[in-house]
């Protein structure tokens, strides 16, 4: 018999706090490496972690400490994302609303919106930062 498929995670970052976004990689990066669909959608503050220049995190200067302890900083974490498979989604309106242009976004990052979201999804887990 064969075992049922594992659930598509998605990550709602909305939140614009360094240490949020940081984790919302995290938990990317480590379902994705468990062979785990994931689908991470960013919004209003949360989308300066989508961004070329993440420096608009709130407390972004973190970063340095937590690889000065061993953490996996920010940058690379977020380049494990495509290895990994996990899509990147940008909200289209959380963009209006924080007046960034989508040209500010990584390469491989979709302006959608949450229909988009919600069907990449489907019945999987969903989680909000």
């Given at each position: ?71 996996a900083g920010f940058a690379i974490l977020r380049d494990a994302l ?48």
């Open positions: 018999m064969a075992e049922p498929a594992t659930p598509t995670l998605g990550i709602l970052l909305l939140s614009g706090a360094f240490e949020r976004a940081h984790y919302a990689l995290v938990l990317a990066a480590g379902a994705a490496a468990m062979d785990r669909r994931v689908v991470l959608f960013a919004t209003n503050g949360g989308l300066h972690a989508l961004c070329r220049d993440w420096s608009g995190l709130a407390g972004s200067e973190a970063d340095a400490v937590l690889q000065e302890r061993g953490v495509a290895p990994l498979g996990v899509a990147l989604l940008a909200c289209e309106a959380g963009l209006r609303a924080m007046a960034l242009p989508a040209a500010a976004l990584l390469d491989g990052v979709e302006v959608a919106g949450v229909p988009s979201f919600l069907a990449a999804v489907g019945p999987g887990q969903m989680l909000s930062i």
